[in-house]
């Protein structure tokens, strides 16, 4: 590979493109073999990993427990992407496009899939995290959807090009830093108006967007990041990370289904994290 490249007529997969996830990714759907997935006892079977997609979902039923909301039991399995576990056949069935996370709601028989509508879904179920009122509710559904929309900048655009990409490229970084750091902008500006994401309460918008954001603007992104994007400047989101990261329950699901030293790799009731 080199950096002048003229493209083919017709694209074809380089197995072997030297990028850290060359061995994983691929472009077909689908199965690659047959893989149940285990049942446990609770309503909420979630197959996932503690990437930030992962933590959104994670939290919420963290959250939920703690508001008192027993029902909101669940059991998380860990879904090694790494090794090609979401292409195994019961995660596709439960989840077609074969990425973590993905839940299986038992008492609704129900499959979601997509980690900001597995937000909405449980939001919904439980009555929580989600304003009741028309305005307020469609001002942190904005947020929301504005999270799915940019967070693949971060992640597939900036952090695949800055840290996972088999050399660095000037272009692509260039590109996607300069997004990165206009997203970070917009969220500055929504929190020099308001305490949380959408208004002056925790909701959803603030629990999809802090795995993202959150954890980036506290140096916990791709390694030299927040240097060199500068994120000790925005002031407003560094005041708003804190204050979600000090939150209990965010602590608990940031290490379920986890990869690093403090990781609860399954989780099937509190105390496997207490
Ligand atoms: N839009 C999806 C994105 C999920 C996603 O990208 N998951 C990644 C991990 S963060 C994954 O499973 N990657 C495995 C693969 O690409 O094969 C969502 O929000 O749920």
Same mark, same amino acid.
Do not use: C
């Given at each position: 590979?080199?950096?002048?490249?003229?493209?083919?007529?017709?694209?074809?997969?380089?197995?072997?493109?030297?990028?850290?996830?060359?061995?994983?990714?691929?472009? @077909?759907?689908?199965?690659?073999?047959?893989?149940?997935?285990?049942?446990?006892?609770?309503?909420?079977?979630?197959?996932?990993?503690?990437?930030?997609?992962?933590?959104?979902?994670?939290?919420?039923?963290?959250?939920?427990?703690?508001?008192?909301?027993?029902?909101?039991?669940?059991?998380?399995?860990? @879904?090694?992407?790494?090794?090609?576990?979401?292409?195994?056949?019961?995660?596709?069935?439960?989840?077609?496009?074969?990425? @973590?996370?993905?839940?299986?709601?038992?008492?609704?028989?129900?499959?979601?899939?997509?980690?900001?509508?597995?937000?909405?879904?449980?939001?919904?179920?439980?009555?929580?995290?989600?304003?009741?009122?028309?305005?307020?509710?469609?001002?942190?559904?904005?947020?929301?959807?504005?999270?799915?929309?940019?967070?693949?900048?971060?992640?597939?655009?900036?952090?695949?090009?800055?840290?996972?990409?088999?050399?660095?490229?000037?272009?692509? @970084?260039?590109?996607?830093?300069? %997004?990165?750091?206009?997203?970070?902008?917009?969220?500055?500006?929504?929190?020099?108006?308001?305490?949380?994401?959408?208004?002056? %309460?925790?909701?959803?918008?603030?629990?999809?967007?802090?795995?993202?954001?959150?954890?980036?603007?506290?140096?916990?992104?791709?390694?030299?990041?927040?240097?060199?994007?500068? =994120?000790?400047?925005?002031?407003?989101?560094?005041?708003?990370?804190?204050?979600?990261?000090?939150?209990?329950? =965010?602590?608990?699901?940031?290490?379920?289904?986890?990869?690093?030293?403090?990781?609860?790799?399954?989780?099937?009731?509190?105390?496997?994290?207490?």
């Amino acid at each position: 590979m080199s950096n002048e490249y003229t493209p083919p007529k017709v694209w074809t997969w380089d197995k072997d493109n030297g990028g850290e996830w060359a061995s994983t990714n691929r472009p @077909i759907a689908g199965a690659t073999h047959d893989a149940d997935l285990p049942r446990g006892e609770h309503p909420h079977q979630l197959h996932s990993l503690a990437t930030p997609n992962g933590q959104k979902v994670t939290i919420m039923f963290e959250e939920l427990l703690a508001a008192g909301e027993t029902g909101a039991e669940y059991d998380a399995y860990r @879904i090694d992407i790494s090794k090609g576990d979401q292409f195994g056949s019961g995660f596709v069935e439960i989840n077609p496009n074969s990425k @973590i996370p993905a839940l299986f709601d038992v008492e609704n028989d129900v499959r979601v899939f997509e980690s900001g509508h597995i937000l909405l879904y449980l939001a919904e179920k439980f009555g929580r995290f989600l304003p009741k009122d028309l305005k307020h509710r469609t001002e942190v559904k904005n947020w929301l959807f504005w999270l799915q929309g940019s967070a693949p900048y971060l992640g597939g655009g900036f952090g695949h090009f800055f840290a996972y990409a088999p050399f660095k490229m000037e272009y692509p @970084i260039n590109r996607f830093a300069m %997004e990165v750091k206009r997203e970070l902008d917009v969220l500055d500006r929504e929190l020099a108006e308001h305490e949380y994401l959408g208004g002056d %309460e925790y909701t959803i918008a603030d629990m999809a967007t802090f795995p993202w954001y959150g954890n980036l603007v506290l140096g916990r992104g791709y390694p030299d990041a927040d240097v060199f994007l500068d =994120v000790a400047s925005y002031k407003n989101l560094q005041r708003w990370a804190k204050a979600i990261d000090a939150r209990e329950a =965010v602590q608990r699901g940031r290490r379920v289904n986890g990869y690093k030293e403090d990781a609860v790799i399954e989780r099937h009731s509190a105390s496997d994290i207490d």
